[in-house]
């Protein structure tokens, strides 16, 4: 009796689990409101914005919606778990028809037939128009293996924000930004202040991350010429060393204990704004932020500065893109808005969705259309991201479908070498190995890397 009420009890809980499994899928696909227009073929779009950026996806679509009469998009902000609820809508083969993404999902779901390539949905002058003028790092963003499958529609770029009453309280020239990153770290040390017991009060400059000064050494983390992730290079090794020493002059724990009083980075919480740091490096859509937050202060922007030797204009890059999942109902639809919105059919009416959100455009064509032009005029600080986009030395994450890996070792690998837990050499050495240990685990497994 008792060994029948065993097995009894193993069916009843897989039951269990197989019912939960099935809810959880169900509750994972969220569906959108009825449409306005059901005599048109829908469109469904997911997005991860919300708040203000969902007024502005919303004012977006509804424009697509009154620009013709076969299609109909239907849109749902996801801000939470929107990537998983994608796959499980996938795998459950009810997907939305397109999707706004901005997390590292391209290699993976790409190398696992998850997302669509776009090219094949594109008529043969558009996708050599595409391929010939979008700017190197939007083509980069979106391809892998060969392959177009994220379109962006805003890229992000990083520069140097700097506040020049903090200049001339110091006797410096705001109109006289270093030219090399040398100069930098020497101006960064004329505007820190300390209190008498010698802790900050102020940071003048810290150097970025390691992900931006690699490229600017003219390393970077991937070969895109031979299509190689490159880790233990002297030129990254450099970067590192870099980013180390500058930050063990100021004092790891001082720069901690400083740090810690920021609180959050948002709206006019940024240290930026109260005046606690002079110089940063920071993304285009800072200045939005600014604008509305801070529109009084009196702010500059300034292309990070190359190393002596190094590379001008460089640095990582990432951004907002458009993908179409595997078993979209209509994915011409989905391609069709996705002209709208990014500016491949209309450059010039595009150009106008771009400043609602502060966003870096696909192409030259929408960043001289008038209305951006009009833009820049009014935020004069953003041409300095403009200017950045055409160089060949921005560089996205790797495309490979080991990306999320790679990406947390190279922070664990900066984090150990910053504490002082490994030198440098050591850091970048265990951040080649532990890569080439999880390529042979994945291989072995059958997977890609």
């Known amino acids: 009796m008792s060994k029948l009420k065993s097995v009894w009890h193993t069916i009843r809980v897989a039951g269990l689990v197989v019912l939960a499994l099935a809810v959880v899928i169900v509750l994972a696909a969220p569906r959108p409101s009825l ?3 059901p005599e048109r073929k829908q469109v469904r779009f997911w997005h991860m914005w919300s708040a203000e ?3 502005v996806v919303d004012k977006i679509v509804d424009r697509y919606n009154k620009s013709q009469t076969e299609y109909e998009v239907v849109a749902l902000s996801i801000p939470e778990g929107a990537s998983t609820k994608m796959l499980l809508g996938i795998t459950g083969g009810n997907p939305p028809d397109v999707m706004a993404q901005w997390e590292s999902v391209i290699p993976t779901w790409a190398e696992n037939k998850m997302i669509q390539p776009l ?3 594109m008529p043969p002058e558009e996708w050599d128009r595409f391929q010939r003028e979008a700017y190197p790092a939007v083509k980069k963003l979106g391809m892998y293996k060969g392959h177009l499958y994220g379109i962006t529609i805003g890229m992000n770029v990083f520069a140097c924000y700097y506040r020049p009453d903090h200049f001339r309280a110091a006797g410096l020239d705001p109109d006289n930004f270093p030219k090399t990153l040398e100069e930098l770290n020497a101006l960064g040390e004329k505007l820190h202040q ?4 010698e802790q900050l009060r102020r940071i003048g400059y810290l150097p970025a991350g390691w992900t931006m000064l690699a490229p600017a050494f003219g390393g970077g983390f ?3 010429k031979s299509n190689k992730v490159t880790l233990n290079t002297p030129q990254n090794l450099q970067a590192l060393k870099h980013h180390v020493d500058y930050r063990k002059e100021l004092g790891y724990d001082n720069i901690v204990r400083f740090q810690s009083g920021f609180g959050a980075d948002s709206g006019a919480s940024w240290s930026f704004i109260g005046g606690s740091q002079s110089i940063i490096v920071d993304g285009c859509w800072r200045v939005e932020q600014l604008r509305k937050e801070a529109p009084k202060l009196e702010y500059r922007l300034a292309p990070m500065p190359p190393p002596k030797g190094g590379q001008a204009l460089a640095g990582n890059t990432g951004g907002n893109f458009m993908i179409i999942p595997s078993g979209a109902k209509n994915p011409q639809g989905a391609m069709d808005f996705i002209r709208f919105w990014s500016g ?3 450059p010039e009416r595009a150009a106008e969705f771009y400043t609602m959100g502060g966003w870096l455009p696909l192409s030259p064509a929408i960043a001289n259309a008038p209305i951006y032009q009009e833009y820049i005029r009014k935020h004069p600080q953003f041409q300095a991201f403009v200017d950045m ?6 560089h996205p994450a790797p495309p490979v479908p080991m990306q999320l890996f790679i990406q947390d070792k190279i922070n664990q690998t900066q984090d150990l070498a910053v504490r002082g837990s490994l030198t440098p050499e050591q850091a970048i050495k265990k951040l080649e190995d532990d890569v ?3 390529a042979a685990r994945r291989e072995a497994l059958g997977y890609a890397n």
């Open 222 to 224: 991937y070969d895109w």
């Open 436 to 438: 080439r240990q999880e």
């Open 119 to 121: 090219e094949t949905l």
């Open 344 to 346: 491949l059919s209309n």
């Open 194 to 197: 300390f209190d008498k017991k």
């Open 53 to 55: 950026w969902k007024d």
């Open 35 to 37: 449409q306005k227009h």
């Open 389 to 394: 986009m055409p160089s060949e030395n921005l």
